[in-house]
């Protein structure tokens, strides 16, 4: 009989955070497929719990993968754990979870921190419905599109990112979403210096101008207000202006005017006509 995958959440930042069932199920399982063994290592022997580990990541998850998936197969039960929060969420686990999936294998949740969570409860909104962004991409064209589908986007977003980039992404939500945009930003949470406030993008920014931004960050923006941002006409001159960028980029004029028109809430035929004139 086949052994099970159970997807284990461990702490984002501080230790007391382990749930029962994550210690129950790291304590009964075969092995561990850990993003990084040595973070697993560090949070197993500090429950004094000792288990085989294996390497789980990003550049060997197809083929470590499919090797999980047969020791299962044959009967183990296998704990996948990472770095730190819920495994898969902008973390791997979601290949192998899949590979599970298909080879008919039961898959369980043993559900626990997770920093978008946490993040998003601090953040005071009334909202009940919100996207998750995860990390924007270090590529310049991947990045820009990503941000221009959100223009009109009115839920809260929220976004993962890392230190040394949190400047030049305050700087590009300042730019697409507007200087006065509020957000929650969430820095350390569970951990010693843990902080969050509201604030502004511009106020946000000042601050990090002045001292240097350190830790782990989630970013929670609100949503854009029932009423558009910028007046109609401002709106088509942007969208007009991005379309003619994408055709300058080598996009076709029927393209540049679909992935202008969704970016910015504009008609579309307005856009192509425009272009074409
Ligand atoms: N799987 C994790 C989860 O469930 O939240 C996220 C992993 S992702 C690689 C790491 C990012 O999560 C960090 O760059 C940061 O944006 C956010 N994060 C993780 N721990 C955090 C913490 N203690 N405080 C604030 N943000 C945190």
Redesign the pocket.
Known sequence: MSGTLYIV?TP??NLGDITARALDTLRACDFVAAEDTRVAMRLLSHFGISKPLVSYYEHNRRERGEEVVRRILSGEDCALT??????V???PGGMLVAQCREAGIPVFTIPG????VS?FSLAGLESTRFTFEG?LSVNRKNRREHLDSLRTERRPMIF???PHKLLATLEDFAEVFGPERGLLV??????THEESFRTTLADALARYRETPPR????LVVDGAPDAPPADAADAFAAALEAAREKVAEGASVRDAARYAAEAYGVARNAVYEALRR
């Open positions: 959440s984002i930042g990472t770095d730190a929060g819920t495994p969420v902008s973390d921190p997770c920093a978008l993040a990390f993962y990112e890392a969430a820095r350390e949470l569970t951990k830790g782990e960050f989630v």
